[in-house]
């Protein structure tokens, strides 16, 4: 009984005790007769309810939100519908995906009534039926898929059933707003292999990216080398900077051979070239005086 059919009959009770003892003893039948009335005719629907009301057993009306009247005895409400957006948990566990891998699903369904008449009149519990159609559909949708796809296309698969649900809710006045798939767990056993693979896959990817870099610090290497083959000076000044290089940055005495350090003098080295060159040696010295 709502709040106002509640407050309409106590008045009613409350004028006749009143009559009953000031007026006269036979008016209270009457007020408790119209207070037994009010209360079995007058109905409140809120605003996300609706009413569905039986005459003889057949179909009158739906009703809601707002006040309204029934016929006392002949008149029944059969059902109350809650029109407002339900939510239902729904599992599957040890479900076979297609590569035959055990999982266990969990999930939810946002849900609503659109048509009060059909949940009331079409099946009997719209509630559980949601929860079964829900669980089959998961176990149905997980059969059909690879984990692969379980585990990285997450939207698809709620796409998917949510497809499959509304279209068995439909003909019952449920619309299925949309399915949310919160969890897929899987075998330890598995989770170790895959951590394997996916390690596996990293190194791989790491070793491809030092091999490029190898092979473009080679070809660099190349390069280097055909230049300082034709400029010898540049050689030279590449040495003695890796000379001090080296020493700047450890603080330690290096020692080379003197023949080393002679081939990095570009002057003495053209000496000893002068030196050897008949044709640039003084009269005297090359015995043709």
Same mark, same amino acid.
């Given at each position: 009984?709502?709040?106002?059919?509640?407050?309409?009959?106590?008045?009613?009770?409350?004028?006749?005790?009143?009559?009953?003892?000031?007026?006269?003893?036979?008016?209270?039948?009457?007020?408790?007769?119209?207070?037994?009335?009010?209360?079995?005719?007058?109905?409140?629907?809120?605003?996300?309810?609706?009413?569905?009301?039986?005459?003889?057993?057949?179909?009158?009306?739906?009703?809601?939100?707002?006040?309204?009247?029934?016929?006392?005895?002949? /008149?029944? #409400?059969?059902?109350?519908? +809650?029109?407002? &957006?339900?939510?239902?948990?729904?599992? @599957? =566990?040890? $479900?076979?995906?297609? /590569?035959? #891998?055990?999982?266990?699903? +969990?999930?939810? &369904?946002?849900?609503?009534?659109?048509? @009060? =008449?059909? $949940?009331?009149?079409?099946?009997?519990?719209?509630?559980?039926?949601?929860?079964?159609?829900?669980?089959?559909?998961?176990?149905?949708?997980?059969?059909?898929?690879?984990?692969?796809?379980?585990?990285?296309?997450?939207?698809?698969?709620?796409?998917?059933?949510?497809?499959?649900?509304?279209?068995?809710?439909?003909?019952?006045?449920?619309?299925?707003?949309?399915?949310?798939?919160?969890?897929?767990?899987?075998?330890?056993?598995?989770?170790?292999?895959?951590?394997?693979?996916?390690?596996?896959?990293?190194?791989?990817?790491?070793?491809?990216?030092?091999?490029?870099?190898?092979?473009?610090?080679?070809?660099?290497?190349?390069?280097?080398?055909?230049?300082?083959?034709?400029?010898?000076?540049?050689?030279?000044?590449?040495?003695?900077?890796?000379?001090?290089?080296?020493?700047?940055?450890?603080?330690?005495?290096?020692?080379?051979?003197?023949?080393?350090?002679?081939?990095?003098?570009?002057?003495?080295?053209?000496?000893?070239?002068?030196?050897?060159?008949?044709?640039?040696?003084?009269?005297?010295?090359?015995?043709?005086?």
């Amino acid at each position: 009984m709502n709040t106002i059919t509640s407050f309409l009959v106590l008045m009613l009770l409350l004028a006749g005790a009143a009559a009953g003892m000031y007026i006269s003893p036979y008016l209270v039948p009457c007020f408790a007769l119209a207070a037994l009335l009010v209360a079995s005719t007058l109905k409140m629907a809120n605003a996300w309810q609706k009413f569905v009301i039986l005459r003889a057993g057949k179909l009158q009306s739906v009703k809601g939100p707002g006040l309204f009247l029934i016929l006392p005895v002949i /008149d029944s #409400v059969t059902a109350v519908i +809650d029109e407002r &957006i339900q939510t239902t948990a729904f599992n @599957a =566990e040890q $479900a076979l995906t297609k /590569d035959t #891998v055990p999982v266990n699903v +969990d999930a939810i &369904i946002f849900w609503h009534v659109n048509d @009060a =008449e059909r $949940a009331a009149l079409a099946i009997t519990d719209y509630r559980q039926a949601i929860d079964r159609v829900s669980q089959t559909s998961l176990r149905e949708m997980i059969g059909a898929s690879m984990l692969s796809s379980l585990l990285s296309d997450r939207k698809a698969s709620d796409e998917q059933l949510r497809a499959e649900i509304g279209a068995k809710t439909a003909a019952w006045g449920i619309a299925v707003m949309s399915v949310e798939v919160r969890d897929v767990a899987i075998p330890v056993a598995l989770q170790d292999a895959m951590s394997r693979q996916a390690q596996a896959e990293r190194e791989k990817q790491a070793r491809m990216i030092l091999g490029s870099a190898e092979a473009l610090v080679a070809a660099k290497f190349v390069e280097a080398a055909a230049i300082y083959e034709g400029h010898p000076q540049a050689l030279q000044l590449r040495a003695m900077n890796i000379i001090y290089e080296t020493t700047k940055e450890r603080g330690a005495t290096i020692l080379m051979p003197s023949a080393m350090v002679d081939s990095m003098n570009p002057v003495a080295l053209s000496s000893a070239v002068a030196s050897t060159d008949p044709a640039s040696a003084p009269p005297g010295l090359n015995g043709t005086a």
